[in-house]
């Protein structure tokens, strides 16, 4: 095992590997990751066999994420790519703003007692709105359910450990119905009934006539022709939400400076818009951390490299060979402390300079973030204008005892912010 930089080898990453030997290098430095990724993505774009998603969860390499450097992997990419430009200009901000005020007009209603649903809520809706044209007003709609438990299955499926296949891949050539291969089947009939729906819905049902991903995805006319079984990547995360309100709770110091960026701003007559964005530094500051803080995707993907080279760092050369497996790992990039000082801390100061304004060459490893980063902010900036953010008084409903919250690395799980 090799680091670039050396970094502590996980758990996680060795299980990637299943029964197979590779070179691994595991990546803690933004500079690097990049330099790998993105200007030698033509050596570092392949992904390495997972054999029961390879061959089980995903035959037919519709989440392209995970597959190898083919066809589908690039179409994929840019497709993808196509899209965020489209984000970047501002076509989803109107979406994404009605979504999150709508949220805040749920936590008022319910005095934030769901609040932990409501994040998940407009998540998941925002994307599945752009994605496939499914707005979910509340959390009760059929389609958003079903969403949301493949989503849950997909993740677990996805795991190194969710299959003994992954690390004795000889066992497959066992015949009959074996657990591994019926859980997969059962899985993929459910995914394919739902997206079959969603697609449907937006190309040619209640949603055909709206601006959705799919309907890109979907356009025979471009050189591409008909992707849109692609369209099953999209999928929706609300761990960034979830951050933020944790935050709030364990690092509350903050946020009366960004009621004041927001008050003299926007004052009390109207609420925060996409057009105030570029006049509320510390508000985007507070994006970029929570981001930073606790990163959805803790590990990466990992990458597989399809030739050899050779990495220079920090004045030593470093031999990558053909088919190592090489992982940014994306806790330790944003939490390197050479760029961030008390890197576990909540500080959103830290992405502004002496003048408190954004400071340049913000750098991050996410090909969703233009979308990511638009969501995240005006639902922010909407709380903020509306709400004091503040821990709980009731004990928990399982001790009796004051509620404990905890961010540490061991209790990041999800469970541990439900209050």
């Given amino acids: 095992m090799q680091g670039l930089p050396l970094q502590p080898v996980t758990i996680a990453a060795i299980a990637l590997l299943g029964a197979a030997y590779f070179p691994v290098f595991l990546i ?4 690097l990751a990049k330099e790998v990724l993105e200007k030698r993505s033509t050596k570092f774009s392949s992904r390495p066999t997972i054999p029961y998603i390879r061959y089980h969860v995903d035959p037919a390499q519709v ?41 805040v007009t749920h936590l008022l209603d319910d005095g934030g007692k769901n609040w932990f649903q409501h994040m998940d809520r407009v998540s998941a809706s925002m994307v599945l709105a752009a994605a496939f044209g499914l707005h979910c007003p509340t ?24 299959s003994i296949m992954n690390f004795l891949p000889f066992l497959d050539i066992i015949p009959g119905s074996m657990p591994w291969r019926t ?15 969603l697609i449907t819905r937006a190309i040619s049902g209640e949603a055909s006539g709206m601006n959705t991903w799919t309907a890109v995805f979907a356009r025979e006319d471009k050189p591409e022709g008909d992707q849109r079984q692609l369209m099953k990547m999209f999928v929706a995360t609300a761990i960034a939400m ?34 105030d964005r570029a006049c509320l530094p510390y508000v985007e500051a507070i994006v970029r951390e929570t981001l930073r803080w606790r990163p ?40 390197d402390q050479e760029r961030f000082k008390n890197h576990n801390l909540f500080q959103p100061e830290r992405f502004l300079d002496d003048t408190n304004n954004l400071k340049s060459g913000y750098e991050t490893m996410c090909p969703g973030i233009p979308f990511a980063e638009r969501s995240l902010w005006i639902n922010i900036a909407m709380m903020l204008w509306t709400f004091n953010i503040s821990r709980s008084d009731e004990p928990d409903p399982k001790t009796g005892l004051p509620f404990k919250y905890d961010d540490s690395d061991l209790a990041f799980s999800g469970e541990a912010r439900k209050k």
């Fill in 28 to 31: 803690g430095n933004i500079r």
């Fill in 63 to 103: 989440y392209w994420i995970f597959s190898k450097q083919n066809n589908t992997h690039f179409i994929g990419r840019r497709l993808t790519a196509g899209l965020m430009a489209a984000v970047r200009a501002g076509e989803t901000e109107p979406l994404q703003q009605f979504e999150a005020l709508l949220t």
């Fill in 242 to 275: 979830h951050t933020f309100i944790l935050a709030c709770i364990l690092y509350p110091e903050w946020i009366p400076r960004a009621q004041r960026e927001i008050d003299a701003i926007i004052g009390e007559d109207r609420l925060p818009s996409f057009k």
């Fill in 296 to 335: 959805a995707v803790r590990f990466g993907v990992p990458h597989q490299s399809t030739a050899d080279d050779v990495l220079e760092y920090k004045g030593k050369e470093y031999f990558i060979p053909k088919g190592s497996i090489v992982i940014a790992v994306t806790s330790a990039i944003e939490h």
């Fill in 139 to 162: 959390i009760r709609e059929p389609d958003f359910q079903e969403v949301i438990a493949c989503l849950a299955e997909l993740v677990t499926l996805t795991t190194p450990t969710a």
């Fill in 183 to 197: 859980r997969a089947q059962t899985y993929r009939k459910r995914e394919d009934a739902l997206y079959d729906r």
